[in-house]
């Protein structure tokens, strides 16, 4: 059984800092893209990064310059430093990944349940 956990969230000033991660654990036979995507209430379910088994990392525009997307393939773990919030970043945070989990299969996208990142004084 494949699972994803993401932790890191929590109660943040503007300005400040946090830094999430996304664990994947079970039978894996490979990894390939690993991304975030964040939900504000009432609001769709958007990207925020997205990084490539080779490293290419994609970015929202409303984040970049702010947020860094890294993987640790030896750990199959994900990670997104965020920096120099706003209180509109605020939002559930949901880690994915295309994951294969042998080398017979083709990648089935997995997501994790999420961590609450809340920005305000």
């Known amino acids: 059984q494949v699972q994803l956990v993401e932790s890191g969230g929590g109660l943040v000033q503007p300005g400040g800092s946090l830094r999430l991660s996304c664990v994947v654990s079970?039978?894996?036979?490979?990894?390939?893209?690993m991304g975030w995507y964040r939900q504000a209430p009432g609001k769709e379910r958007e990207l925020v990064a997205s990084i490539t088994s080779g490293l290419s990392t994609n970015y929202a525009d409303s984040v970049k310059g702010r947020f860094t997307i890294s993987r640790d393939n030896a750990k199959t773990t994900v990670y997104l430093r965020m920096n120099s919030l706003k209180p509109e970043d605020t939002a559930v945070y949901y880690c994915n990944a295309v994951i294969s989990v042998t080398r017979w299969t083709v990648g089935s996208l997995y997501w994790g349940k999420g961590t609450l990142v809340t920005v305000s004084s």
């Open positions: 079970g039978s894996i036979f490979s990894i390939n893209d």
